[in-house]
């Protein structure tokens, strides 16, 4: 079974950029047609597509976060990362990262992932 772990500050401040890894270990970031990505929960509301980055190295982002989202990843760490820039406390949630054998883009329905990390709280102070 692949196994997720979200790493990363629990506290940002207002304008700076979140920037959050993930550890992934019993799988393998370039294997064919997965899928690594980010969602969101903010308290109160629903679940978030953030983005992904496919096995290939392509990524896709959320429209309404594309222009402040960053997927990159470190193969020989096997460690994929975010970057969310410009952070206002509206960015507060629990941070996942997640897995999927097959590329989808935006799905917020659980159980169209197969793995998943624990979460990880990321507070915005103003």
């Known amino acids: 079974q692949v196994q997720l772990q979200e790493s990363g500050p629990g506290l940002v401040k207002t304008s700076q950029t979140l920037s959050l890894t993930c550890t992934v270990s019993?799988?393998?970031?370039?294997?064919?047609?997965?899928?690594w990505h980010w969602l969101r929960q903010p308290p109160g509301k629903k679940l978030e597509w953030v983005g992904v980055i496919a096995y290939d190295g392509s990524t896709y982002y959320s429209p309404t976060l594309k222009s402040r989202t960053s997927i990159s990843r470190d193969t020989s760490k096997n460690q994929f990362s975010l970057q969310l820039s410009h952070v206002t406390p509206e960015d507060t949630a629990v941070y996942y990262c997640?897995?999927?054998?097959?590329?989808?883009?935006?799905?917020?329905?659980?159980?169209?992932?197969?793995?998943w990390g624990q979460g990880t709280q990321v507070t915005v102070s103003s």
């Open positions: 019993g799988g393998s970031l370039t294997t064919s047609t997965s899928a």
């Open positions: 997640a897995r999927s054998d097959e590329l989808r883009l935006g799905a917020i329905d659980t159980s169209l992932y197969d793995d």
